[in-house]
């Protein structure tokens, strides 16, 4: 069974400052791994996907994420974070054979203060 | 391109009534899915479609929850009697063919409340 954990409930980061949102996953084979970022009252918005090849991936908003197989984590990152960044974000993981089922964290709320 | 459309926005409802959700997807797009989202919590799947059929309901509480996409098209998801623990937001996505390496576009969802 897939699983996806995300061991911080808020991070907090000056804005300015680089960002890291952690995400630690479990699936059998290869993974499809997935940022998504959701203000409030408002869907889930796709921010970056890993699927083969580099390790580091980039993706929306000056966001990026690497790739860890052996430590099986896929962390999202940003050099200088916003104000505009304050969210919710979650990682989600795939398998990659069949229909895509993705698996949810439970999110980690992001707080960049002025 | 227009986005997943839902409606509506807000629902509030006593136990034991009933309920509907609608969703349009993105035009073209083949694969539709339900998640409940509680608070607190990531986004879990209910039930997703391959055009009109079923790919999996594993997870929708059939004895109360159902859902339909008859066209291949837009899609309903009922709950009747409701309860409530189903007090949740209601998210609508849809993806071009449902691969697993495809993002999955998501509507703004439908609050819902139970008193």
């Known amino acids: 069974a897939q699983s996806v954990a995300q061991p911080e409930d808020q991070v907090n980061v000056a804005e300015g400052n680089p960002l890291t949102v952690k995400c630690t996953y479990s699936?059998?084979?290869?993974?499809?791994l997935f940022w998504y970022v959701q203000y409030p009252n408002r869907g889930l918005q796709f921010l970056l996907k890993?699927?083969?090849?580099?390790?580091l991936v980039k993706g929306s908003y000056g966001f990026e994420a690497e790739f860890n197989k052996s430590q099986t984590s896929f962390h999202l990152k940003k050099p200088s974070a916003l104000v505009s960044d304050s969210a919710l974000y979650f990682c989600?993981?795939?398998?990659?054979?069949?229909?895509?089922?993705?698996?949810f964290g439970t999110g980690t709320r992001l707080l960049v203060s002025p | 391109e227009a986005g997943v459309a839902q409606s509506p926005r807000y629902k509030i409802i006593e136990k034991r009534q009933s309920v509907a959700f609608w969703c349009n997807p993105i035009?073209?797009?083949?694969?539709l899915y339900w998640y409940q989202q509680i608070l607190g919590q990531g986004p879990k799947l209910l039930i997703q479609?391959?055009?009109?059929?079923?790919?999996?309901d594993s997870q929708l509480p059939k004895d109360r929850f159902s859902a339909e996409r008859l066209k291949g098209v837009d899609s309903t998801l009922k709950i009747q009697p409701a309860k409530l623990e189903d007090s949740a937001v209601y998210l609508c996505?849809?993806?071009?063919?449902?691969?697993?390496?495809?993002?999955?576009?998501f509507g703004d969802g439908t609050r819902l409340s139970i008193l």
């Open positions: 996505a849809s993806s071009q063919t449902g691969q697993p390496n495809q993002p999955q576009h």
């Open positions: 699936v059998s084979g290869n993974p499809y």
């Open positions: 890993y699927i083969t090849g580099d390790n």
């Open positions: 989600a993981v795939s398998s990659n054979t069949g229909f895509q089922k993705l698996v």
């Open positions: 035009s073209g797009h083949a694969t």
């Open positions: 479609f391959q055009n009109n059929g079923v790919v999996d």
